[in-house]
């Protein structure tokens, strides 16, 4: 479990789902800039709540993010270990009556704590699309530099798209 002053990020529980559910993934604006379908219906959300269980089991750094002074589950963050002590985020989502709060911002530098100062990370890397102007303003507002860019096909819809990298150092390695 990781904490932020307005967050607690942890692992999801079965019944996040209806909070899940109302705060993101029935938005099609939070969806936009990823690579996840919106639920449409309740029965597809308890659907997904067992599913991202299941796959919580076997990722070790993929989270829900909870509101603290709600208590509710507003998004998920993760990250995952790309080359010997080098991480990457693998999304950071929160629903649209959570962002312009510095969520966000508490949500990107708590896993990069969690990579520098738990995991040895020597480099965490994040990415977003080139159209997500907020991710990569997240970004660069928390130190990181870009690194490159490649290009990408949605599998969702098949619309190629530019994803950019960037990257953070850590000072103290």
């Known amino acids: 479990m990781l904490e932020t002053k307005d967050l607690i990020i942890k692992k999801a529980e079965l019944s996040d789902w209806p909070d899940i559910y109302r705060n993101l993934w029935q938005h099609e604006e939070s969806a936009r800039h990823m690579l996840w379908n919106v639920s449409k219906t309740e ?4 659907i997904r709540i067992q599913k991202t269980l299941a796959y919580q089991k076997e990722a070790p750094f993929s989270y829900f993010v909870y509101e ?11 990250m ?9 985020d693998t999304g950071i989502a929160i629903g649209p009556a959570f962002v312009r709060k ?20 020597t480099k965490f890397v994040a990415s977003c699309r080139s ?31 530019v994803l950019e990298f960037y990257e953070l150092e850590n000072s103290t390695k």
């Not at 603290?68 to 993760?78: D, E, P």
């Not at 995952?80 to 990457?88: F, L, T």
Request: charged share 25%.
């Open 102 to 121: 510095g969520y966000g911002r508490q949500i990107l530098m708590a896993l990069v704590k969690l990579a520098f100062e738990e995991l040895g990370a």
């Open 80 to 88: 995952e270990e790309i080359a010997p002590n080098v991480y990457e």
């Open 68 to 78: 603290k002074k709600s208590g509710q589950a507003i998004g998920f963050a993760g």
């Open 43 to 46: 029965e597809q959300a308890k």
């Open 131 to 161: 159209q997500n102007d907020a991710s990569r303003q997240l970004q660069l507002a928390c130190g990181f530099v870009y690194s490159h860019s490649e290009d990408r096909v949605d599998p969702r819809n098949g619309v190629p798209y």
